[in-house]
């Protein structure tokens, strides 16, 4: 591999190429490969190394000479170069930000996947909003805080905490809490700041040190509207954090899988449950649903907001070990894949290639976890057979995807 020409600090001006995961462009400084961030394809910047490794560097664009036409001025002030890392794409039209994303999970699946281009034109992909604009959806944030007591949010790739006054993505409610300089409160007692504007209404900022809270402000538990039901979940448990995402998701989860009266169905890393409920209004009285998750908060949540679903069984167990060693038996028709973001695996992957399931849905919060995982269904002669995409995560490079998986014919 080729070593650094460039010194961290250095500045040197670039032609930048096409978007990549993770929130960049690529470029090329006498042909080592330069990862540019607050760039646009086709722009003209100089742009400042930030971190020298064999074969690549990355870069800050901090002067633009030729401008994208996609290219906005960034609404938050926060959202610039070496400032917050929350937010990638603040300097990207909204319709561009669509296309960057669709464009990114297109590349992962022709390189990780092993698609041929005409594999992925024929899955018309695109990445579609979600209701409500691109800022003031999310509603959890957690805050860092740093020597001096204060809360804001961390440098991209760094430790380094930023104080802010105001996080623009943020749910209106928690913006308006008194938790950030310069008028809120100081956090001697926490390393972190968590808050969560609920979508019934519920608000709680819990000051958290070493994983245990010091601070509760707010409910424990905090109440969620979505698939037509109601849930009650502890603060901390994991809940998709914009707004419009559960409705979004269930929708296309059932839209794609289809399901029948009476059939048996599998929720793997089900949370609290959200597929799972929407997964027995389908399958009827006379089916089944399995859901397998390994948090504590996430079962307890599942088992009490699902307590009036009798075809529906809740297993605490880690989704290998309860593929495995049998920890949910019998016949499976389908299966809604829902993993972190490091994807399912292959050990997961090949159990469901095996399960006899005639369709999967697989939930993706990360394109190149998603891709990884498309290419062992493949090897295992599955195929991808539809694929959505949904902008649940406006001005940062993160996109959510739901595709269908299908076995052999």
Known sequence: MTAPTLDEGERVELTVGAVAHGGHCV?????????????????????????????????????????????????????????????????VAPAAQLAWKTAVVREQLERLAGLAPTEVDALALRVDPLPGGPLGWRSRVRYAVDAADRAGLLKHRSHEVVPIDRCLIAHPAIQELPVLPPSGRRWPEADAVETIASSDGDVTVRGVSGGTATFVEGPDEVRERAAGRGWTLPAEAFWQVHPAAPDTLVGAVLELLEPREGESAWDLYGGAGLFAAALAGRVGPAGRVTMVESAPLGVAAARTSLRDLPQVEVVSARVETALERRRITGPVDLVVLDPPRSGAGARVVGSLVGSGARAVAYVACDPAAFARDVRTFREGGWRLEALRGYDCFPMTQHVECVGLLLPPV
């Not at 742009?47 to 030729?66: F, K, N, P, S, W």
């Open 27 to 91: 470029a090329r400084h006498e042909g080592q490969v330069v990862f540019v961030r607050h760039a646009l394809p086709g722009e003209r910047v100089v742009a400042e190394i930030t971190e020298l490794h064999r074969g690549y560097l990355r870069a800050d664009a901090v002067t633009v000479l030729d401008a994208s036409p996609d290219r906005v001025t960034a609404p938050c002030p926060y959202a610039r170069p070496g400032a917050c890392g929350g937010c990638d794409l603040q300097h």
